[in-house]
């Protein structure tokens, strides 16, 4: 079984300053984890995906996250705020070969001019 | 456009109707599933058909019915609608073998 847990569910930033946005999963295998981003009244849009290949991995938009095995986490992060970044935020870890996706209960990142 | 479509994007019933969502993909996915995003935007997986063949299916009201006419579609029935059944459902799928899914648009269901 997987689980994924975010640990805030609302984080406010000023724009231009950068972003943090924290993930910790539980998994008895070698997980693969996504980002994926909704922006209000929208579907969901895939940031970035680690699948075992290196561990900081680059997404759209100037989002990156770091997987770390030892500290079991996956943050998300991002140098310089934009408005347009403000949305819901859902880290998920898939199932043993990618059969089914388990979402974290997301972060609501709020972004001030 | 190559997608997941799902329609229709908004749907207003009464409680105790009957109502069918559908979705389909043009990705040549071999495997279609159904999420639940509750009011508190958290997402749940309720189904899931590989080829047309049931492989997942989570702790959900046997009022739920999916179908599969062909690994292209998979149509959600919902019989007897509750309040409790408002939400947004998401329609995804994938390719065997690879971890990258595609989600429709959503559907926002409100039963009143």
């Known amino acids: 079984a997987q689980s994924v847990t975010q640990l805030d569910s609302h984080v406010s930033v000023s724009e231009g300053t950068p972003v943090l946005l924290r993930c910790n999963y539980s998994s008895s295998y070698s997980p693969s984890l996504f980002w994926y981003v909704q922006h209000p009244n929208k579907g969901l849009q895939l940031l970035l995906k680690y699948t075992s290949a290196a561990t900081l991995v680059k997404g759209i938009n100037g989002f990156e996250a770091e997987f770390k095995k030892s500290e079991t986490s996956f943050h998300l992060t991002k140098p310089s705020a934009h408005m347009s970044d403000a949305a819901e935020y859902f880290c998920?870890?898939?199932?043993?070969?990618?059969?089914?996706?388990?979402f974290g209960g997301g972060t609501r990142l709020m972004v001030k001019p | 456009d190559t997608a997941v479509s799902q329609t229709p994007k908004y749907l207003v019933t009464q409680m105790g109707n009957d109502k069918s969502i559908k979705c389909e993909q043009n990705?040549?996915?071999?495997?279609m599933y159904w999420y639940k995003q509750d009011s508190k935007k958290f997402l749940k997986i309720m189904f899931s058909?590989?080829?047309?063949?049931?492989?997942i299916n989570e702790t959900v009201p046997n009022r739920f019915s999916p179908k599969s006419p062909d690994k292209a579609h998979l149509n959600l029935h919902i019989n007897s609608l509750e309040l409790g059944d408002s939400a947004v459902y998401f329609c995804?799928?994938?390719?065997?073998?690879?971890?990258?899914?595609?989600f429709g648009s959503g559907t926002r269901l409100t039963v009143v």
């Open positions: 998920v870890v898939s199932g043993r070969a990618g059969n089914m996706l388990t």
């Open positions: 990705l040549g996915h071999d495997t």
């Open positions: 995804a799928s994938r390719s065997q073998g690879n971890y990258g899914y595609t």
């Open positions: 058909y590989n080829n047309k063949e049931l492989i």
